[in-house]
């Protein structure tokens, strides 16, 4: 609500100082006491203002508000507004009786000008105050009921928290209350005064944290004709244009957000925040400023917080086009709001205010302030609040009942960048950021001079990481605030340490000893200030001068200068300096080391030091790389040379004796040894000076020699020296003069100076390197002209030179060896070198043969192995670059020099191409003889004449050498080589066997190792301590047993092809048996499908029968179809081995059968770990053989039963239709199935007969032991009778399994029936002739013979339910014969023998499953057993069948009930038809009938029918389809007591 202008009289009144008088008094605050300093601000307490606020307090009411200006204006809880100074004086107390019911103020705001002030209240009122006149401008009354409902003003109640005038104006303010209104006022004056009224927010915005208009700054901007107030709440800020009509300018909605800002994250809802407003601030542009865009002052900004997170918002002034599009005429700038940056505080901020360009004062939550420098984003922590706690105001928290963060806008105030906070209700404080030079008189004050040091080289570089005040801050490197700020702080830093120094090392200063930390601390960071500073002046005078009054402080200042000399930051040292740390340096071995690296890290150059003193200290202690470094920098790059080399032969003469020499100080051990002198070692040195030198670069940094022509010089000098530029020799004997240096190099390291010569001439550096040779006189010049490599020149490169001058000194050494210039290794190795060069760099330069004559016996002469392959290799070039005349002359001395590349080389060039390669074999190096097949491919593809032959007649020749060498490759060189047989190399070979094999081996088998790999006897299962448990010890076919391919023997596209003769292969085998018989059978395997056939079948038994390798004799006899052999071959190996176990057992009567003698003798002795081993390997091999026997079994299974599959087709393929014809047919099939049956019948029971007798030798062997029989002997005796009963049980499993329904022609009660009877006909005639037989089989009783089928049943039974699931018929005879056998099984493997007496059984028991046919179709009846859900549903359907029938089906796992005269048991012949009966609907009469037709009726008296044939029977007189069978038809005239009659239960 608006309202006219109220006056009012105040209630004291004075008069206001003069402006100049409050301008000094504000300057001289900072004179009062410091009550509060940190290294960055500095809390002042304002004593004569806090002195009166008590009285004031007691006069005019409690201070509830606060504003500063030039004047201080106090709110009360009285509604007064109190005007002092800043001594506390009062000047105008603002108030009326109308006023006191305003309530408490709550906000102030002084205008431009300082003269007036405006003041909210509690209650809602504003008024705007002229104090220097103690009246008021305007008032504004919160809203009534009687107000108009779109009046604008505050609501009744509500306090006033912010209120501000707009700009300079001072009829403009802004006002905002605790609940959430924000109002824009316009006094208006013309004849009478009126106030407009504008609302720019209400409570739907949210919670009003502060609101805050843009004031005027030093530079005039357009934005402060538009009146921007900017609006915080907890939900947005939005900016709002009050000049012309209100208008929003910018909004921004708060959003929480968990990405990482800067350093920290935000992740709440914020409950405090902040406004503060950056006017356009001017500032003078340097003269020396270049770019005319660059503006002269810094744009308005904006700094929100919003809880934690701190934005910028800067405002940009677009002048390039109008608001709407077109060029600039005038229309003013377009405004833009852009963000600037982003900080994350440590904690809610509620208290932000600009202090200066760029850097923002905040104060969090728990009042510690910090200041942001938003241009570099740094953050300084520069206090906590004053000793007295900053009381702020909560209006939000009781308007709203929020508990948000109090409010401190009013207890707080920033003018003239100090900060004013009132603490209590008593204190005033004034703060302020502390200048440079403040902090660096503070740190000085304290004493603190390292660190005073430390921060003004950082204010003089710019990097403090810090607020810094008062100084410039450059925008670009190089430009006038830095060098501004470099003056200022430079001088200062220089005057720093001078005065850090004197404090240090004033002898009149009063203070305790100085520590090495200390000192070592002071000199760090004046080395680091002189190097910012650029200037070492004040280092090495003041610093190094206060040091050296001490050696121990002179001694600290070496060492930490050491680490910027060695870094490279400091290059150049004083003569004074340079010779203190030479003299204490000088002292221990680890110091003397630190010396070397500190003086090669310098520039020395001549005349800056003392050269005498730093070149005897180098000599003295051995720094030759110093050394030569000094001598290079000084221009004399020769005189290091001579020194290193005359200083590295006195080290190998001192090391050859072993004297300990004393070298200055140190001993040549101490220098040379392991104290890490190994880089400082004169003969390391040279080498590596000489490498760097003459390629034209610095030692030791490897740094290119400037100028050009200084690096050829230098490098000219010294390749002279070590190569002089000689013809040929002045006189005889004078070579140790002529080439002193090059022979001293040459005793330091041979290969050392060869390496150092290869980098370097590699250098593109050397081609700018020429070298004039000496002239000599003309008679000497013709006499000795051919020794040269080239014709005399005046000037040569540096590569001739060095080639002439080996050459020179290497015939010198080699004429005369009495002089012992060199050691012939040494010959060798200068030779070679240099006649690679010369054929590598000369190529186009031939020799005369003088000089060819020369090189070539040095060559071949030297009695020197270790370079006669440098040798070799140089002769090679030579003879390929410069031809002989005569190659037949050099055939003899090449090869007595071991040169046979070369004499290969020769034979090539006089075409004796057969001699060329019989130079490969003849090389002493083996590994050279398999190069000769790759020359054979060659010389064989190539034109040459008589190529071909020659390779031909060799490979012929040479075959046993060359097949010893490797046969593969001489294969594969046959092959390649089209006049090359194999069958003329077998030939060759026949006198050489087993080079023959190895040869075909390769030809025939190309993976010889693969093929070599046998498996070894197979050892035995591990023991079982448990005999009821014992393990399945059948292997895979794959692994023990051969087996009878079912590949179709007639070749097609998809088999392989045999290309080799069959009389090849038999060949190779025959070898195979002879020299590799492991490798037969897989090689047999591998190669039976070849088409046409690698082999005869008859020649392979024959061949592995007459050498004796059983597997293939075995494999051959399968595949010929002698099944009955192959079992007897494997049984007689097995009769050996068992025969090999009892030897194995030491007692000589082991294999006894008679137990009396064996009770007559004394106990065996104990068993040998020697002999257990050989046991247990016998044992292994006779469990394998066993599995080679079933595999022999199983392979007759598969092979007879495929063929009695196919035997009716060859009957009905002859054409005979009738019935007669068929008839034959059929009996001529049952005929041949009979014979199989038998004869696999014969095989197994064979097996079992032999197995049981093993068992039961070894058992009557164990039983007859006497009771002394050692207990090693017992323990043998046992594990072989457990492992043969586990090789017994293993037939067993194959035998159960290889006679189920899948094969009818196994009867396995059959085999065991006939196994009894002949036992007991054995054990008949072994009792009345008391005789004995390794392998036959003993008499069974009928218990041991039950015991041993209920083990196989019960396994046999647990299979059977895996064969279930994947359709695998199973014979149930066997059940029926042994279902009392198995019931009366106990737990585990053993059955009692009372249980088990008799063999029980009825009729079915004396029936072949083979023969259980349908009695009226004689069609075979086979039986499907199921698992228990099966039979479930089998019942359940049958039930559905016949509901009218008393049929009982029962469980077929176990028959039960031994009463049961017959049974439904379902037929399984096709398993898609089954599965789509049991899924038809069961209630379907086609459904019926399939499934009548599917079953079968089967009597306990063995006969079966179908039970469609039943139902079609109608002889017997049986019943209906539909009434329940009492009997079998085929019995139904058979006596009562055998009849299958009876009612079913």
């Known amino acids: 609500m608006d309202s006219d202008t109220v006056p009012s009289t105040p209630r004291s009144t004075q008069e206001p100082t003069p402006e100049t008088e409050y301008e000094s008094r504000i300057a001289n605050l900072d004179s009062t006491p410091t009550q509060f300093t940190t290294e960055y601000f500095s809390w002042r307490q304002l004593a004569d203002m806090s002195g009166r606020l008590p009285e004031l307090a007691e006069q005019f009411g409690a201070v509830t508000a606060l504003c500063l200006g030039d004047y201080v204006a106090l709110g009360t809880d009285t509604g007064l507004v109190v005007v002092t100074d800043y001594l506390g004086r009062t000047k105008a107390a603002l108030g009326s009786p109308a006023t006191a019911a305003y309530g ?172 503060s407003w950056l006017p356009a601030l001017g500032y003078r542009r340097p003269a020396t400023a270049t770019d005319p865009a660059e503006p002269d002052y810094t744009p308005p900004k904006l700094a929100y917080s919003w809880g934690a997170s701190i934005h910028i918002l800067a405002i940009q002034l677009d002048y390039n086009v109008s608001g709407n599009g077109t060029p600039m005429g005038s229309v003013p700038p377009r405004v833009q709001f852009e963000r600037e940056a982003e900080w994350t505080a440590v904690g809610d901020v509620v208290f932000c205010r600009w202090i200066e360009a760029g850097t923002l004062l ?53 003018y003239k960048r100090r900060v004013f906070a009132l603490c209590g209700a008593a204190s005033l404080y004034i703060g302020r950021l502390l200048s440079w030079t403040e902090r660096l008189e503070l740190l000085v004050e304290r004493g603190q001079f390292i660190d005073a040091i430390t921060l003004a080289t950082g204010f003089y570089q710019e990097r403090t990481g810090q607020v810094v005040v008062g100084l410039p801050r450059s925008r670009r490197p190089g430009d006038a605030n830095q060098k501004k700020r470099q003056a200022l702080v430079g001088s200062r830093l220089a005057g720093l340490m001078r005065s850090a120094l004197k404090r240090m090392f004033d002898a009149d200063h009063d203070h305790r000893p100085n520590t090495e930390p200390e000192l070592h601390a002071l000199a760090s960071i004046c080395i680091q200030a002189c190097l910012a500073l650029g200037s070492l002046q004040i280092l090495f005078s003041d610093v190094f001068e206060c040091y050296s009054t001490d050696s121990a402080h002179q001694f600290v200042f070496l060492e930490t200068i050491e680490p910027f000399i060695l870094s490279g930051d400091i290059t150049h040292l004083p003569p004074q300096v340079l010779n203190a740390m030479v003299d204490s340096y000088g002292t221990t071995p680890p110091l003397i080391r630190r010396l070397g690296g500190i003086l090669m890290c310098l520039n020395l150059q001549h005349g800056e030091f003392d050269v005498d003193r730093v070149l005897s200290s180098c000599r003295k202690h051995r720094l030759w790389r110093t050394f030569a470094r000094v001598w290079l920098s000084m221009g004399d790059p020769i005189a290091p040379i001579t020194s290193i080399i005359a200083a590295a032969s006195q080290t190998n003469r001192s090391r050859d004796s072993n004297s300990g020499q004393t070298v200055g100080e140190l001993t040549i051990e101490h220098l040379v040894g392991d104290d890490g002198f190994d880089d400082e070692a004169p003969d390391v040195v040279i ?128 004429t005369d060896p009495a002089g012992q210039m060199l050691s012939a290794r040494q010959i060798g190795q200068l030779t070679s070198f240099a006649l690679t060069l010369y054929a590598t760099r000369f190529p186009l330069i031939y020799l ?187 292997l895979s076919e794959e692994q023990h047993m051969v087996v009878y391919p079912l590949k179709s023997l007639v070749p097609d596209d998809s088999q392989p092809t045999n290309r080799f003769s069959q009389a090849y292969h038999e060949r190779y085998l025959e070898l195979m048996c002879q020299y590799s018989p492991s490798g037969v059978l897989p090689y047999l395997k591998k190669h039976a499908d070849l088409s046409p056939e690698p082999f005869r079948l008859t020649y392979v038994q024959s061949v592995c029968g007459k050498h004796g390798v059983s597997d293939g004799l075995v494999w051959a006899l399968v595949r010929l179809g002698d099944f009955s052999g192959a079992l007897q071959t494997l049984l007689q190996q097995t009769d050996q081995e068992i025969e090999s176990i009892k030897a194995a057992v030491p007692d000589d009567r082991a294999g006894s059968t008679f137990a009396q003698d064996i009770a007559a003798e004394p106990g065996p002795p104990a068993l040998t770990e020697a002999d257990r081993e050989r046991l247990t390997d016998h044992l292994g091999i006779a469990a394998h053989n066993i599995d080679g026997c079933v595999g022999v079994c199983r392979a007759a299974l598969a092979k007879l039963g495929k063929d009695a599959d196919l035997q009716p087709g060859n009957y009905l393929g002859q054409g005979a239709s009738s019935p007669t014809a068929n008839g034959a047919a059929a009996r001529s099939q049952s005929d041949y199935r009979s014979l199989v049956s038998a004869q696999l019948c014969d095989l197994w029971l064979a097996l079992l007969r032999r197995t049981l007798g093993y068992l039961h030798t070894t058992n009557r062997t164990l039983d ?8 090693e002997t017992r323990e043998a005796w046992q594990l072989v009778s457990k492992r043969q009963r586990w090789m017994l049980q293993s037939v067993l499993d194959a035998l159960i ?145 016949y509901e009218s029938s008393a049929l009982r089906v029962l469980d077929l796992h ?92």
């Open 687 to 814: 080498f590596d000076y000489l490498d760097m030198v003459i390629r034209g670069r610095y030692y030791p940094d490897n740094q290119p020699i400037q100028p050009q022509s200084r690096a050829e010089k230098y490098s000219t000098l010294v390749a002279q020296l070590v190569f002089p530029p000689i013809e040929t020799l002045q006189a005889q004997g004078s070579e140790q003069q002529t080439f002193a240096t090059l022979l001293a190099l040459l005793g330091l390291g041979t290969e050392r100076l060869l390496d150092t010569l290869k980098h370097v001439l590699s250098d593109p550096f050397i081609g700018y390197i020429n070298i004039i040779v000496k002239p000599l006189s003309t008679t000497q010049s013709t006499q000795d002209s051919d020794r040269m490599l080239r014709r005399p020149s005046q000037v040569k490169s540096l590569m001739q030179i060095v080639v002439d001058t080996l050459h020179t000194l290497t015939m010198a050494a080699y």
């Open 362 to 414: 905040y104060m969090t939550q728990s009042q510690r302030m910090f200041v942001l420098e938003t241009a570099l984003a740094q953050e300084t922590e520069i206090c906590a609040s004053p000793p007295g706690s900053i009381a702020g105001r909560p209006w939000v928290t009781l308007a709203t009942g929020v508990e948000a963060e109090p409010s401190y806008a009013q207890v707080i105030s920033v």
């Open 1297 to 1441: 399994f290889a006679a189920s329904p899948a094969s009818s022609f196994i009867s396995l009660r059959a085999i065991i029936q006939q196994l009894i009877t002949t036992s007991s006909t054995a054990a008949a005639t072994e009792n009345n002739n008391n005789t004995r037989q390794s392998g036959a089989a003993r008499s069974l009783d009928i218990t041991e013979i039950q015991h041993l089928l209920a083990v196989a049943v019960s396994a046999y039974k647990t299979e059977a339910q895996l064969m279930a699931l994947t359709n695998v018929l199973v014979d149930y005879d066997l059940f029926t014969t042994f279902a009392q056998l198995v019931r009366s099984q106990k737990q585990g493997w053993r059955v009692a023998p009372d249980s088990a007496q008799g063999t029980g059984g009825h009729a079915l028991a004396s029936r072949d499953v083979g023969d259980l046919c349908c009695a009226k179709c004689h069609s075979p009846l086979f039986v499907d057993r199921r698992q228990e859900h099966a039979m479930a549903e089998l019942r359940r359907q049958t039930a559905q069948y």
């Open 848 to 1034: 005369t043969d003088e000089t060819m004559a020369e090189w070539s016996d040095v060559l071949l002469r030297l009695d020197d192995v270790a370079t006669r392959a440098e040798r070799e290799c140089a002769f090679e070039l030579l003879f390929k670059l410069n031809p002989p005349r005569s190659y037949g002359d050099y055939i003899d001395r090449v090869r007595s020099a071991g040169f046979f590349r070369v004499l290969e080389h020769i034979y090539y060039t006089l075409e004796q191409y057969e001699n060329a390669l019989r130079t490969f074999l003849d090389h002493p190096d083996f590994t050279q003889h398999r190069l000769v097949f790759p020359a054979m491919k060659e010389l064989g593809a190539s034109k040459r004449p008589n190529a071909l032959e020659c390779t031909t007649s060799f490979a012929l020749n040479s075959a046993t050498e060359l097949v010893e060498v490797d046969a593969d490759s001489f294969v594969e060189t046959v092959a390649a080589i089209a006049s090359l047989d194999h069958g003329k190399i077998i030939d060759t070979l026949s006198t050489r066997p087993q080079l023959q094999f190895a040869y075909m081996r390769s030809l025939l088998d190309p993976a010889p190792d693969a093929l070599s790999q046998s498996p070894g006897p197979r050892t035995g299962p591990v023991l079982s301590a448990d005999e009821r448990s014992p393990p399945n010890i059948g």
């Open 104 to 275: 408490p103020v709550s906000t102030l705001a002084f205008s431009t000008d300082h003269l007036v002030l405006v003041a909210g209240y509690a209650q809602g009122f504003v008024v705007v105050w002229d104090w220097v006149k103690g009246t008021t401008v305007s008032v504004s009354r919160p809203l009534q009921d009687s107000d108009k409902p779109d009046a604008a003003g505050h609501p009744a109640g509500t306090a006033i928290t912010f209120a501000a005038f707009v700009g300079a104006s001072k009829h403009r303010y802004i006002s905002g209350s605790s609940g959430g209104h924000v109002l824009y006022h316009h006094i208006i004056r013309r004849l009478l005064t009126t106030m407009n009224t504008s609302q720019l927010a209400g409570p739907d915005s949210g919670i009003l944290f502060e609101a805050a208009a843009l004031p005027y700054g030093s530079h005039k901007c357009t934005t402060d004709d538009m009146g921007l107030v900017a609006i915080l709440t907890d939900t947005s800020l939005t900016i709002v244009k009050t000049r012309h009509g209100v208008e929003q300018q910018y909004r921004a909605s708060y959003q929480i957000s968990t990405k990482p800002v800067q350093k920290r994250t935000v992740v709440k809802r914020p409950y405090a925040g902040c406004v």
């Open 1454 to 1545: 176990v028959f039960e009930d031994r009463d049961a005269q017959w049974q439904w048991m379902k037929l399984r012949t096709d398993s898609t038809a089954y599965d789509r009966l049991l899924g038809q609907n069961t209630h379907a009469g086609a459904g019926a009938a399939a499934a009548a037709d599917a079953q079968v009726v089967l009597f306990k008296c063995g006969h079966g029918f179908h039970r469609h044939c039943v139902d079609g029977l109608a002889a017997k007189g049986l019943a209906a389809a539909d009434a329940p069978l009492p009997e079998c038809a085929q019995c139904a005239d058979a006596p009562a007591s055998v009849r299958c009659i009876g009612a079913i239960g």
């Open 1264 to 1271: 007859a032991l006497p009771p002394g029989a050692a207990t």
